[in-house]
Nanobody
Framework: QVQLVESGGGLVQAGGSLGLSCAAS????????IGWFRQAPGKEREFVAA????????DYANSVQGRFTMLRDHAKNTVYLEMNSLKPEDTAVYYC???????????????WGQGTQVTVSS
């Protein structure tokens, strides 16, 4: 099955930038839509962004529009999340997921990575 691995998390000051990567174990990764979700301690999992398998269609949560950007590289079986103008409320564990179609509902996705911690200090 498809296996996903997130990387790029870390500590950054408010207003700074950070880039996350989601790498797939197999070439079939390119046939899936990819979503990014995040979960802060004591809170429910929250939709962040999604991109279609072709990379043509993208969707962003209102809380990150204008600040986060999704990109994908089919040759590398990798999807990127560029995060700019970070805020303390962006602090969470970030997960990437693969599904048939881009969707804000986490239950629409079939495969999940283990997550990477992003901490934004004020």
């Amino acid at each position: 099955q498809v296996q996903l691995v997130e990387s790029g998390g870390g500590l950054v000051q408010a207003g700074g930038s950070l880039g996350l990567s989601c790498a797939a174990s197999e070439r079939t990764f390119s046939s899936y839509a990819i979503g990014w979700f995040r979960q802060a301690p004591g809170k429910e999992r929250e939709f962040v962004a999604a991109i279609s398998w072709s990379g043509v269609n993208t969707d962003y949560a209102n809380s990150v529009q204008g600040r986060f950007t999704m990109l994908r590289d089919h040759a590398k079986n990798t999807v990127y999340l560029e995060m700019n103008s970070l805020k303390p409320e962006d602090t969470a564990v970030y997960y990437c997921a693969a599904g048939r179609l881009p969707n804000s509902n986490p239950f629409a996705y079939d495969y999940w990575g283990q997550g990477t911690q992003v901490t934004v200090s004020s």
